[in-house]
Nanobody
Framework: EVQLQASGGGLVQAGGPLRLSCTAS????????LGWLRQAPGKEREAISC????????TYARSVTGRFTISSDNTKNTVSLQMNSLKPEDTAVYYC??????????????WGQGTQVTVSS
């Protein structure tokens, strides 16, 4: 059974950093892509980053490019999202997710619980 456990959310001032972590179990990073999505109140869910060991790629949404960095530790089965230069519009519930195959496989089929990130101005 694939399980994803996200942590690290909280309240941060605009311009500050925050790091999210996700521990995955029941899957191999060789066979799954791991990603982060977010959903702000009243807005659609947004896929913001993905990492695929199989493809050897990391992808970012335009809204976070240059500020967020995704990484993974295959020995610990963790994937992290380092978020820098945070903006109030980054406020959302952030979800860790996994997709069978690669970042371009067509969607995340496994989700963890969300973690709230609030950026104050």
């Amino acid at each position: 059974e694939v399980q994803l456990q996200a942590s690290g959310g909280g309240l941060v001032q605009a311009g500050g950093p925050l790091r999210l972590s996700c521990t995955a179990s029941g899957l191999s990073f060789d066979d799954y892509a791991l990603g982060w999505l977010r959903q702000a109140p009243g807005k659609e869910r947004e896929a913001i980053s993905c990492i695929s060991r199989r493809e050897g790629v990391r992808t970012y949404a335009r809204s976070v490019t240059g500020r967020f960095t995704i990484s993974s530790d295959n020995t610990k089965n963790t994937v992290s999202l380092q978020m820098n230069s945070l903006k109030p519009e980054d406020t959302a519930v952030y979800y860790c997710a996994a997709a069978t195959g690669t970042c371009s496989s067509g969607g995340f089929g496994f989700w963890g619980q969300g973690t709230q990130v609030t950026v104050s101005s």
